[in-house]
């Protein structure tokens, strides 16, 4: 295995190789307009190691949607904040096998979600955050994010409000929680900061640089002496990432990649390689479980390249 391999020059040759392929295969999310509309031919890519040296290629600072990634973000702010016990009696920690927003397992499991990051178990976090924070809970969930990312992000309010109005399934999801007594909080709030989260937008670079702490045993970032959360807090996340973060293909990327990665509808997936660096690809086109095409093709070059993995 190479040790130090030259990161930019890995990041441009997987942008010079597969860029071509954007769009070519698969389908941008197509359940919002405001998605809908995103060109399929993006592609971008960024790194961020663990001692803050960064590279990025292709359309890596072009702000997208976010989308499901900011399940990992909600997921360590409620770690943060809350004893995790009282988290876990809420949330379940298995691969869930169905869909994203599957609504099937809800009813035989009692409205208890199989993870945090299938829409049914962030919807979960989302209550938990509205718990901690009531009406500021939105601007909380930003904040953290521009406090990791290092400058501003914010939310596309036009994504938001389309989500709103087309959010039928998660709805659905949020009610049914409801009628088991599993969300405290009233389901208007609760989806306003979901949809909300799933808005944000941020480019390859800021993801990168906001995942960091998952490479660096829970350190913020930029300040070493900062905790985001605690080492364990870190594994344990890196873990339902690996097993949990790309929904019913999850298997296949551990197969295929090899690392605890979360992907979004907007075409983002984020990798982390433990004590090594965060990595965040972008191609809007995604296959049918909702994962980016392109963007695991870049990760497999990526691993293939670095030979780095967890395994
Ligand atoms: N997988 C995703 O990125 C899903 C997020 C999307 N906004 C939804 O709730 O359906």
């Known amino acids: 295995m190479n040790t130090s391999p030259d990161f930019q020059a890995v990041l441009d040759d997987i942008v010079h190789t597969l860029g071509p392929e954007a769009g070519r295969e698969g389908q941008v999310a197509r359940y919002i307009p405001a998605l809908a509309r995103v060109d399929a031919t993006r592609f971008g890519i960024a790194l961020r190691t663990c ?5 990025v290629a292709g359309d890596g600072d072009v ?17 943060r904040h809350m004893p995790e016990a009282a988290l876990w009696a ?15 397992q809800l009813e035989s499991e009692q409205g208890k979600p199989r993870n945090p990051f299938i829409n049914a178990g962030a919807i979960a976090v ?47 999801l949020a ?6 007594g599993k969300l405290d909080h009233p389901v208007a709030e609760v989806l306003d900061l979901y949809f909300h989260q799933c808005a944000l937008a941020m480019s390859c670079r800021q993801l990168a640089r906001a995942a960091s702490y998952l490479s660096r045993d829970g350190a913020h970032p930029d300040h070493a002496d900062e905790r985001v959360v605690t080492e364990r807090q870190t594994r344990r996340i890196n873990a339902l990432m690996l097993t949990c973060g ?17 992907s979004g509808v907007g075409g983002g997936i ?15 086109a995604l296959d049918a479980t ?22």
């Open 246 to 262: 790309t929904y019913d293909a999850a298997g296949e990327f551990a197969f295929r990649i090899g690392l605890p990665c979360k």
């Open 90 to 104: 809420r949330i379940g920690r298995e691969p869930s096998g169905n869909p994203f927003n599957s609504l099937v």
């Open 126 to 172: 989302a209550d938990r955050i509205v718990d901690l924070y009531g009406a500021d809970a939105r601007g909380t969930l930003r904040g953290f994010l521009s406090h990791l990312a290092g400058e501003p992000v914010d939310f596309d309010e036009e994504v938001a409000a389309s989500e709103a109005a087309s959010g039928h399934r998660n709805l659905a």
């Open 290 to 311: 909702g994962n980016s095409h392109l963007g695991m093709k870049a990760l497999e070059m990526f691993v293939a390249r670095t030979g780095l993995s967890v395994f």
């Open 63 to 79: 702000p997208f949607s976010i989308q499901s990634i900011s399940k990992l973000f909600s997921l360590t702010l409620a770690m």
């Open 175 to 180: 009610h049914f929680m409801k009628s088991f």
């Open 270 to 284: 984020v990798a982390v390689v433990p004590d090594r660096l965060t990595l965040c690809v972008w191609s809007p």
């Open 51 to 55: 001692d803050g040296r960064e590279a």
